[in-house]
């Protein structure tokens, strides 16, 4: 493997849109799409050093939703427990910051 990177990078080329959106699914009459926020990352290390090399990758996956196509169109329905599991931290991040901006005002 002295060209890692090279590997690294034919693999990158399948990630992106075919990692965010799963193979489309029928059933019925009604046609649905997965979608999730997909995040990847890749290190490496010296692989010259005779005391040993590294290198490594891992990734993310986390469900958004799906588009539902039907007679009546084309719509998104959430995923509700990604979106409270990003809302929740979200929203108190935003109220320490609010708080500590409120703070420095009253001064």
Same mark, same amino acid.
């Not at 193979?23 to 999730?36: G, I, L, N, R, S």
């Not at 939703?65 to 007679?71: C, L, N, Q, S």
């Given at each position: ?11 990158? !080329? ?11 699914? +029928?059933?019925?009459? !009604? ?53 409270? !599991?990003?809302? /929740? ?12 901006? /409120?703070? !420095?005002? +009253?001064?």
């Amino acid at each position: 493997m002295p060209h890692i990177a090279l590997e690294l990078g034919q693999y990158a !080329a399948s990630f992106g849109v075919t990692s965010a959106y799963g193979q489309t699914q +029928k059933v019925d009459d !009604a046609e649905f799409t997965p979608v999730a926020l997909t995040l990847t990352g890749f290190g490496g290390g010296n692989m010259d050093d005779t005391a040993g090399g590294g290198g490594g990758g891992g990734g993310v996956a986390i469900p958004l939703g799906v588009y539902v196509r039907r007679e009546e169109g084309l719509r998104f329905e959430p995923n509700f427990v990604s979106l409270l !599991a990003v809302a /929740i931290p979200f929203v108190w991040v935003t109220g320490r910051a609010l708080t500590r901006v /409120i703070r !420095a005002v +009253k001064k």
